[in-house]
């Protein structure tokens, strides 16, 4: 008998190791034979706060059938204390990373390297979580996850502070570069820079390290949006080529539709627009067709580049030369405002860092 409370002391003792050390995994299977003494499970499997300092520590424990689901579960109970997730939406999770291991070389003014922390580590978990405990008993695994109060603040901290000073940088824009796609961009990355840093600032705040000063990514979106309202693009269009101007009516309404204004006096940007409409005769059809072609080219005057090429063409018939051409300027208009509007939109997404 006292073999055996020597032992059950030994094992719960063992139980109480260092928090920077994984302790056992004790075993008590639902399986046990009748009569077998079950090892009771550990007092931190109710209140990990009975193994590890509250002043040191966060922690949280997890259950699971398998050793790797208790895991996962610990880690994402951890992550609940904080009151909200900290996953980030994927677009801004690989905008965020690609730029921070490339150094923002886009923007490489910003040559102070040692203010930017290059992590590669997701988004979407706790930097410097550790799985502390375990314990299985009556098929169940037990894990505990430990967040060191200290480290974590002194990292999440450094990355604010980093992230922040990108953000200034970022949205120090010079007047004259303001309302241009290359203001746009930095305006949108540092919108996704500060969703990323919200969330940490979110977990400094429930550590008891608040960090003040943090902005919105949804205000900065709100600055970008009032950029491209400012960033006039003029239409130019040979007027016999669309006498009605129904074309560069369908142009304008894809520019409105994404915040830009059409005209100005002498823009940087211009959309070069190109149409043919002519009469196809096809032998032994009663119908006859017009084919309409269209190339817009988005250029930058300033240094006279394409930035975004544009063309199609379609081939529309009737029973008149007349309403077969209305007909074909009809299905232009409508791949005008479909199509153009997702390409100039994925343009203007692919100036972003990562994409």
């Known amino acids: 008998?006292?073999?055996?409370?020597?032992?059950?002391?030994?094992?719960?003792?063992?139980?109480?190791?260092?928090?920077?050390?994984?302790?056992?995994?004790?075993?008590?299977?639902?399986?046990?034979?009748?009569?077998?003494?079950?090892?009771?499970?550990?007092?931190?499997?109710?209140?990990?706060?009975?193994?590890?300092?509250?002043?040191?520590?966060?922690?949280?424990?997890?259950?699971?059938?398998?050793?790797?689901?208790?895991?996962?579960?610990?880690?994402?109970?951890?992550?609940?204390?904080?009151?909200?997730?900290?996953?980030v939406d994927e677009r801004i999770s690989t905008t965020y990373q690609e730029a921070v291991r490339g150094g923002v070389s886009m923007w490489s003014e910003l040559t102070n390297a040692e203010t930017i922390i290059a992590l590669s580590t997701s988004l979407d978990t706790l930097i410097g979580a550790e799985i502390g405990e375990a314990w299985f008993g009556s098929g169940t695994h037990y894990v505990a996850a430990i967040l060191n109060r200290g480290r974590a603040i002194r990292t999440y901290t450094d990355m604010t502070e980093a992230n922040l000073a990108m953000i200034d940088y970022l949205t120090a824009v010079p007047e004259m570069e303001r309302n241009t796609f290359n203001g746009y961009a930095r305006y949108q990355f540092a919108a996704a820079i500060a969703d990323v840093t919200l969330s940490y600032g979110n977990l400094l705040g429930q550590l008891g390290a608040p960090i003040p000063g943090l902005v919105n990514g949804d205000r900065l979106r709100l600055e970008a949006a009032s950029i491209l309202a400012n960033i006039p693009i003029l239409i130019s269009v040979r007027r016999e080529e669309d006498p009605t101007g129904r074309i560069q009516g369908a142009f304008a309404r894809a520019l409105s539709s994404l915040g830009f204004q059409s005209g100005g006096i002498n823009p940087r940007y211009i959309l070069e627009v190109g149409i043919s409409l002519t009469p196809v005769d096809i032998p032994g059809n009663s119908y006859i067709f017009s084919r309409i072609e269209i190339s817009a080219n988005l250029r930058d005057s300033l240094t006279n580049t394409i930035l975004l090429p544009f063309n199609f063409n379609t081939r529309e018939g009737h029973t008149s030369q007349a309403e077969s051409d209305n007909r074909a300027i009809l299905v232009a208009e409508r791949r005008i405002y479909d199509d153009y509007t997702v390409q100039l939109n994925n343009y203007l997404g692919s100036l972003l860092p990562g994409n």
């Not at 499970?41 to 509250?54: H, I, K, M």
């Not at 609940?80 to 997730?85: D, I, K, N």
């Open 1 to 87: 008998m006292f073999k055996a409370l020597l032992l059950l002391f030994v094992l719960f003792a063992s139980c109480t190791s260092s928090p920077n050390s994984r302790g056992p995994v004790i075993t008590a299977s639902s399986n046990t034979a009748p009569g077998t003494r079950v090892e009771a499970a550990p007092e931190w499997t109710r209140d990990p706060y009975t193994r590890y300092s509250s002043r040191e520590y966060l922690a949280a424990v997890g259950t699971g059938s398998s050793r790797q689901d208790a895991e996962r579960n610990a880690l994402g109970n951890l992550i609940a204390q904080f009151g909200q997730s900290i996953h």
